[in-house]
């Protein structure tokens, strides 16, 4: 649909009442024409052309107002749940995050796999603002979980492929928490079991999206919530209670089982 199409339907949309009245006055004044002219065949002409624009026009009125009583309700549906946006793709929605980045002061919170492209393309930024106070909040899948096998096979991965980026972004974090005084400010957790939704939260945005069979997490549906919906406090509520939960394993225990310190890592 070209440009000009799109902004001429959304005039029409815009002033479907207006048009509607108009139609119906026409009506109304071809009538009473066919009443007050003095000719049987301009009076039968006036009056079946007259009725048939007001008949037509009450109709097309009130079905507009079912119609539009029947948005409204969806759109407030959707206001009060404040869904911003829905991104076809993840990759598409870093161009939203990639805005929001620079302006972060208070947390970032994330449920991901190794976040390889966050850490290559924001690196030098999350050391600043850890540094600046940032608090950070990773949840990923264990090393050696089975789950995590079964999903490289879906995403058609080698073997060892995401664990290797899990691994990686240990170091990363360790490398955060000897960048700031305050290393209690960044924190990562483990969980062993199916893989969660993708979760993250800049501050007052928050981005979610699932995980898809046969899918690169970047190539998969994604939504972004404003900070005065429902949504956004469902989200954050459950990242919480996740967070919370006897299931997560921390740090230090999972560096035991996988034997982080005799790994052969890669220096960032």
């Known amino acids: 649909m070209s440009k000009k199409t799109d902004k001429f339907r959304k005039a029409l949309n815009q002033n479907?009442?207006?048009?509607?009245?108009?139609?119906?006055?026409?009506?109304?004044?071809l009538s009473i024409?066919?009443?007050?002219?003095?000719?049987?065949?301009a009076v039968q002409i006036l009056l079946n052309i007259g009725l048939a624009f007001v008949s037509s026009g009450i109709i097309s009125l009130l079905t507009i107002l079912v119609i539009d009583s029947k948005d409204n309700?969806?759109?407030?549906?959707?206001?009060?749940?404040?869904?911003?946006?829905?991104?076809?793709?993840?990759?598409?929605?870093?161009?939203?995050?990639?805005?929001?980045?620079?302006?972060m002061k208070k947390e970032y919170c994330q449920i991901a796999f190794g976040v390889k492209s966050l850490r290559d393309a924001y690196d030098g930024l999350f050391m600043d603002k850890v540094k600046r106070g940032l608090k950070v909040k990773f949840i990923t899948v264990h090393p050696n979980s089975i789950f995590l096998e079964e999903r490289e096979k879906i995403e058609n991965k080698q073997a060892g492929e995401i664990r290797k980026t899990i691994?990686?972004?240990?170091?990363?974090?360790?490398?955060?928490?000897?960048?700031?005084k305050r290393s209690d400010n960044i924190q990562?957790?483990?969980?062993?079991?199916?893989?969660?939704d993708f979760y993250c939260k800049i501050d007052d945005n928050l981005y979610v999206g699932p995980y898809l069979y046969g899918k690169e997490s970047q190539q998969t549906i994604?939504?972004?919530?404003?900070?005065?919906?429902?949504g956004f406090k469902y989200y954050s509520n459950y990242f919480e209670t996740l967070w919370n939960s006897p299931m997560m394993k921390e740090l230090n225990e999972v560096k035991k089982e996988i034997g982080y310190n005799n790994l052969s890592l890669i220096h960032i």
Request: avoid cysteine; charge should be negative.
């Open 222 to 230: 994604s939504y972004r919530f404003s900070p005065n919906g429902k």
């Open 33 to 41: 024409l066919g009443i007050v002219i003095p000719n049987e065949t």
């Open 188 to 196: 990562i957790k483990f969980y062993d079991s199916l893989p969660l």
């Open 167 to 180: 691994i990686d972004l240990i170091q990363w974090i360790e490398k955060l928490k000897s960048n700031t």
């Open 73 to 103: 309700d969806e759109t407030k549906e959707l206001a009060v749940w404040g869904l911003e946006q829905i991104y076809t793709t993840r990759s598409e929605m870093n161009s939203h995050t990639a805005l929001v980045f620079p302006a």
């Open 16 to 29: 479907k009442y207006l048009i509607n009245l108009i139609i119906i006055l026409l009506g109304i004044i």
